[in-house]
């Protein structure tokens, strides 16, 4: 009980003091709890260095402009006008991977929806 004649300032800093120390003593429990649920994991797995496999690369095969097939670039031109609304040559296409997939994908998103459609 909060005695009516104490400081308000030491009455809040000892409630500031409480709720801060609850707080991070739940944490640690939550530290810790995670910790043994990660070790009793790593007792129940069973692979040896000799199961265990290298993740295999995909292998880049450069395609020339030649070998392109020519319904692609149809489809890829008829897509740019569409978007564009303007005529387009496709002069190359070049073929890349995405790094950071999920900032790219919002960004092509708020761009997507920031286009609006004729029909």
Do not use: C, H
Not at 8 to 17: C, D, K, R
Not at 36 to 42: D, E, H
Not at 71 to 91: E, N
């Amino acid at each position: 009980m909060v005695d009516p004649g104490a400081n308000p300032l030491l009455t809040g800093l000892q409630i500031a003091i409480t709720g801060i120390s609850i707080v991070f003593i739940v944490l640690i429990i939550v530290a810790l709890v995670l910790g043994a649920l990660n070790a009793t994991q790593r007792l129940f797995r069973s692979t040896t260095p000799d199961t265990i496999t290298p993740p295999s690369k995909p292998e880049r095969n450069p395609v020339a402009a030649d070998q392109l097939d020519p319904q692609l670039i149809a489809i890829l031109t008829a897509a740019a006008v569409t978007a564009l609304d303007q005529p387009v040559r496709i002069l190359r296409v070049r073929y890349y991977r995405q790094l950071s997939v999920n900032w790219a994908r919002l960004g092509r998103i708020s761009v997507m929806a920031n286009r609006q459609l004729r029909r």
